[in-house]
């Protein structure tokens, strides 16, 4: 068990929904990471934040959003859903971000019909 | 800009025979270094890392691995494989510029009894 829950587990909707994952991070960890794993593209980085902040930003589309909360749980928001956004999407977190060690949650897995 | 190759996507060994999973890098500064690996149906956990000092790394479970600088390697090793060892493996840079985290596309190792 990393630390890092994530919810919900399993996610089924249909294409144009939006839906909200959530992630709680380890306790006294600052910056929280999402990626997606799907098996064309592999794990791709999509963003990071760091104590409420966004740091940095890899291959995030304009429909997806996400924010981190004072509380430090963070959102990912997928709109406008497409069948090819059916994923797992994972989120980490680690004490600054720095270079740190990222401890993964289990994953949400999201699909699309 | 950093890039990750992780040369072949699935590895097959013996049990009790060395376990060699390759990893390439490209970084425009000093990089860090990481494996981790995932086992089925659950989120990624960290092998090693290396951010600066020795370039010999080990990590858990008897992993190790070897900064090349010259070579642009960090290729992660186990003298002797385990049937436990059987999973995903995946070898990300980053850097302390962009805080991005690049992961290769993994290697999927199999341990053949």
């Known amino acids: 068990d990393s630390g890092v829950t994530q919810t919900p587990k399993h996610l089924i909707t249909a294409t144009g929904q939006r839906v909200t994952l959530r992630c709680s991070p380890r306790s006294g960890d600052l910056s929280v990471y999402w990626y997606q794993q799907s098996l064309d593209q592999g794990l791709q980085f999509l963003i990071q934040y760091y104590n409420g902040e966004e740091r940095a930003k890899g291959n995030i589309l304009e429909r997806f959003s996400a924010q981190q909360f004072p509380d430090l749980h963070s959102e990912l928001n997928l709109s406008s859903l497409e069948l090819g956004d059916s994923a797992l999407y994972f989120c980490?977190?680690?004490?600054?971000?720095?270079?740190?060690?990222?401890?993964f949650g289990p994953g949400t897995r999201l699909t699309v019909l | 800009a950093q890039s990750v190759t992780q040369l072949g996507s699935h590895v097959s060994v013996s049990e009790g025979a060395l376990v060699l999973l390759r990893c390439n890098y490209s970084?425009?500064?000093?990089?860090?270094l990481f494996w981790y690996v995932q086992y089925p149906n659950q989120g990624l956990q960290l092998l090693l890392k290396y951010t600066t000092g020795a370039t010999l790394v080990k990590g858990i479970n008897g992993f190790e691995a070897e900064f090349k600088k010259s070579e642009t390697s960090f290729h992660l090793t186990k003298p002797s494989a385990h049937m436990s060892d059987a999973a995903e493996y995946f070898c990300a840079v980053s850097d302390s510029g962009t805080y991005k985290y690049i992961f290769g596309t993994g290697t999927r190792l199999k341990v053949l009894a």
């Open positions: 980490a977190s680690s004490q600054s971000g720095k270079a740190d060690t990222q401890y």
């Open positions: 970084s425009s500064v000093p990089p860090y």
